[in-house]
């Protein structure tokens, strides 16, 4: 995953193999095959390749970045044959996943995403270590975007992203369309297990990214507290240079006191170890990146030309930060080594802790950091859903997630939400969802059948306006269960033996607690005067000694003998209260 620019040289890291290729013949007369295998392919590029082959034909050598002998993923058909397809749909899914992280539209097209594709970018490596397998070139992450155009792209990726997670069916028109630059691609992708596989993929690389997102968010710290170091000190030098009678771009008569701070002197924190996938130091409350820091880095520079102090000054920050930008790439190395090899995370490379333009350069790093994090968290907020199980084709049922995958929802034609909590939100009514809550608690003794009705109806509306209703609680287990029972009985006359084995056959967890299915059997005897489920005994609660809270068992007399074997000198003053109680809790 490179977040320099493209085309800028890159230091040798663990990441990349560094190969240099020589022109040079060898004893034998004979050109060197990397070397001519390289230049065949700069002339088959026709005038994209003809600054590659000019140069080529100078030098008498060159180091090539993890040189990948192959051809064209779409040129070729191997890759898209059995047993092949498989291995290659889930390439392509992590490959698409990570292109709507790095905002890449240079690849794979889509059109929803507004991505015009380059199929060129994608190899299919015919030997070496990667063969076999799709290889991406030309990655980098985009410089942040306008704001609005950025809500835009990220809106339509976290749509794209929770449809294509939960729903093969979009999976499978995302692949096609991603292929559809060769017709024999197009042709052999169009099957369920392929589209399973892309769909896999997805999930896979989105995992494996997670991996590094507390790296990321680190990274991003580090560079704003450099950045924000440099402008404040900066702007301190600015006002003391600003003397009332003195001709601009003149030195003080006294230096600022203090020393040039923030140098070589101050290294960057170092990445703790206990970063997880899951950390929050960079989160959604955090200041976006202010344009106007583009515009005072640029005033710095150009004061610097006409005022000494600031030079010299600026010449300070670009020292320390080049050494600052060295220990973070130790840093971010080292990281990698010990914690993404492990988890099969992709692994960063950046052009942008060279040194060469320092201030610049950790700046830009900044924002294409920021403009990462956020993406990864719309794509982390759309695999935070699920698909809802299907009873019939006007009815859903699910719980607390579910209820929140609303682009997914609209997708399969649900209208309509139930709400069986007191305490889950009900959704924005922008989203057009007719809503009903039936607040309550899952708890033996709520009585529950005060809803049936409600309930039902409620149902019975969204199938006759032609939609679809999902019926949640919190897990989709019990009391949500439970109203979809009693609507079963009321609207469809079937028996609650009837209801529950059909709906436990589509959601085998389900679990409706005792009260509740006492309260269904009522139902039952009520509607068809018999019984066809036996209420199953809960198990009681243990009871729990005064003394050390240590659970002792059932019965009364356990509780008495415990006391008395364990807490002897305290069990007269137990002895009349557990005699005239149930249990001293």
């Given at each position: ?18 190969t ?5 013949c ?14 065949g ?5 026709g005038?994209?390749?003809?600054d590659?082959?000019?140069?080529m034909?100078?030098s ?6 993890e ?16 047993p ?10 992590r ?5 709507m ?5 240079d ?25 076999g397998?799709?290889?991406?070139i ?13 809500w ?10 929770e ?12 692949l096609?369309e991603?292929?559809s630059c ?14 399973k ?13 997670l991996h ?12 704003s ?20 009678g003195t001709?601009p771009?003149t030195r ?14 101050i ?5 703790p170890?206990?970063?997880?996938p899951g950390?929050?130091?960079w ?18 520079g ?20 080049r ?9 971010v ?21 060279d ?15 920021e ?20 009873l ?11 209820a929140?995958?609303l ?5 399969l ?8 909590t ?29 809803f ?9 509306e ?13 897990e ?9 029972l ?8 079937w ?7 059909f ?5 085998p ?10 309260r ?8 068809h005067?018999t ?5 199953k ?9 005064p ?16 006391i ?7 069990a ?5 209260m ?8």
């Amino acid at each position: 995953m490179p977040l320099g620019r493209r085309g800028k040289d890159q230091k040798e890291s663990q990441t990349l193999r560094n190969t240099l290729l020589k022109a040079a013949c060898d004893d034998k007369g004979a050109t060197a095959g990397e070397w001519k295998e390289a230049h065949g392919a700069a002339m088959l590029l026709g005038r994209r390749g003809a600054d590659l082959e000019e140069q080529m034909a100078r030098s008498p050598c060159m180091l090539v970045m993890e040189y990948i002998p192959g051809r064209g993923l779409f040129q070729l058909q191997e890759p898209f044959q059995p047993p092949q397809i498989l291995r290659t749909a889930e390439d392509l899914g992590r490959l698409f996943l990570l292109d709507m992280l790095l905002g890449n539209a240079d690849r794979l097209p889509c059109e929803a995403l507004g991505w015009r594709g380059n199929p060129h970018n994608v190899l299919f490596c015919d030997s070496g270590v990667h063969a076999g397998r799709m290889v991406a070139i030309d990655s980098a992450v985009q410089r942040r975007p306008p704001g609005g155009k950025m809500w835009l792209e990220d809106a339509a990726c976290n749509k794209l992203a929770e449809l294509a997670l939960n729903d093969v069916g979009v999976a499978g028109s995302i692949l096609r369309e991603a292929v559809s630059c060769s017709p024999f691609a197009v042709r052999s992708v169009d099957s369920p297990d392929v589209h399973k596989a892309f769909q896999q993929g997805l999930l896979t690389s989105l995992q494996a990214t997670l991996h590094i997102k507390g790296l990321l968010e680190m990274m991003f710290d580090v560079l704003s507290g450099w950045i924000d170091e440099f402008i404040s000190d900066m702007e301190d030098v600015e006002t003391t240079t600003e003397v009332p009678g003195t001709p601009p771009g003149t030195r003080p008569t006294t230096p600022p006191s203090a020393s040039p701070g923030p140098t070589v002197h101050i290294t960057p924190p170092p990445i703790p170890s206990h970063i997880t996938p899951g950390g929050t130091r960079w989160g959604a409350s955090s200041p976006r990146t202010s344009i106007s820091t583009t515009q005072k880095i640029r005033s710095i520079g150009r004061e610097a030309r006409v005022n000494e102090l600031i030079s010299e000054r600026l010449d300070h920050w670009k020292a320390a930060m080049r050494e600052r930008g060295e220990e973070l790439r130790a840093a971010v190395e080292e990281w990698q080594a010990k914690r993404a090899s492990c988890s099969g995370a992709p692994r960063l490379t950046t052009g942008f802790l060279d040194g060469t333009c320092p201030i610049v350069d950790a700046y830009e790093l900044k924002v294409r950091l920021e403009h990462m994090l956020q993406r990864l968290r719309v794509l982390q907020d759309a695999a935070a859903t699920a698909r809802p199980t299907r009873l019939l084709r006007h009815l859903w049922v699910g719980g607390a997630v579910e209820a929140n995958s609303l682009h997914l929802l609209r997708h399969l034609g649900v209208t309509h939400l139930l709400n069986a909590t007191e305490d889950l939100l009900l959704p924005d009514p922008a989203t057009a969802f007719q809503t009903l809550r039936c607040s309550m608690r899952d708890m033996e003794e709520e009585d529950i059948g005060r809803f049936f009705a409600a309930a039902a109806a409620f149902i019975e509306e969204a199938r006759s306006s032609g939609g679809a209703a999902l019926v949640h609680c919190h897990e989709g287990k019990s009391r949500s269960v439970t109203l979809v029972l009693a609507y079963f009985m009321q609207a469809m006359d079937w028996t609650l033996k009837q209801a529950l084995d059909f709906v436990t056959a589509a959601r085998p967890q389900v679990s409706p607690n005792a009260g509740f299915m006492a309260r269904l059997i009522r139902l039952e005897e009520s509607l068809h005067g018999t019984k066809t489920v036996k209420l199953k005994k809960t198990k009681p609660e243990p009871r729990v000694c005064p003394v050390c809270s240590e659970k002792v068992g059932i019965s009364l007399q356990s509780l008495s003998v415990h006391i008395r074997t364990k807490h002897n000198d305290v069990a007269a003053e137990y002895e009349l209260m557990l005699r005239t109680c149930d249990s001293p809790k």
